[in-house]
């Protein structure tokens, strides 16, 4: 979620501390959703690697385990298509202008590119008879991006160029992946190069492997190693599971740090992580992910059901609770997320604030789940 440029929606959810958690979880556990905790594990102040290990040895029971997946996919494949039609009449009507969210206080790039990185899944999984359609919606969409002042990077204040400048190369990045004309917009991003690479210093490692990837992508020049800056991210620090959970913003960081070597979700056969790396991340992710069912909270699951696949965790009994709580979870219209709360304030801005963040995310779990199968 960005979706690659997180930090305003983890500033606003600061304010979202929602005191129904706990009614919220005893309505779930009477719902016929199962929702346990498959990997209650306890975290110690130290995590022995050796113990580690041993929960994340391969054993008999993973062939049935990916057995299991695979008969709960083929079970619930309409309503996850269904799931996705009601998505997509949602986003076509929903209007992404830069400027016009700039000025209501959010970070107009950055939905630019969550709604490019949405329809970018809903493409790929498309039918044939469908593409084309997409494929004008894509073109209406980024079509802002020939406006000059759509590329204000050069004269905007610091903070908003800190804010801006992950989206603005991921939605070139991505006009680059539906194979539309990007010559003018690789010009602007060559001008600001200087002031990007001058802001890599400040940036956290998640943000620097992010821009190792564009960086790669457009052939520029890094002004130190970026991708390095994994070695003092989250992961290589080893948090605890209680940890986290009592800085839940920092679940978003550790996302990140395996979203971006994934290329969130195109390279599924990726290689980046150490055994040593997956036996940590194995009953790490599976305990928040459990914890991220009982809050309610789509968003959080949603991002950790997608690094369970991408790390093929899917035999996690957790990820087959965490698609069926995403399913269930949709709301009539066809988005994610609860954020009615912030109405009052944003007006049906908040559609764009929070709600297309939660509906990408998902639809990255989702698709990722169903479409792009374990074998």
Known sequence: MAWHEKREYQDLRRAMRPSVFAAMALALSNATLAVTVSNPVGFAATVPAANLMVSNAPTLASQSSSRTIDAFLNL??????????????WLDALEVNPADLRAHGIKGKKKLAELLDVYLRLYD??????????????????????????HDMSGVADQQFKE?????????????RFGLNTKLYRREIIKVLPRLNNHMKYRGSDQRMAFHLY?????LAEPFPLQSAY???????????????????????????IFVPYEFGEKLDAAFFTDEDKAYLRPLLADLTADGIGRDDADLTAELTSCLRYLHFSDLPVYRESLQYLLKSQLSDGKWGNYERHRGYYGDYVNQ????????????????AFHYRER
């Open 125 to 150: 999984v498309a039918p044939a008879e469908d593409k084309q359609a997409l494929r004008e919606r894509i073109r209406d969409i980024t079509a802002v991006t020939a406006a000059p002042e759509y």
């Open 76 to 89: 619930h494949e309409l309503r996850y298509r269904a799931a996705l039609a009601r998505t997509r009449s």
């Open 215 to 219: 960086y790669r992508h457009f052939g």
């Open 353 to 368: 604030a929070f709600y297309l963040h939660t509906t990408l995310v998902v639809v990255d779990a989702l698709t990722t």
């Open 231 to 257: 070695q003092t991210g989250v992961i290589a620090a080893r948090h605890t599971s209680d940890w986290y959970k009592q800085n839940t913003m920092e679940i978003y960081n550790l996302t990140h740090e």
């Open 164 to 176: 801006d400048s992950t989206s603005y190369l991921r939605v070139a990045f991505l006009m680059d």
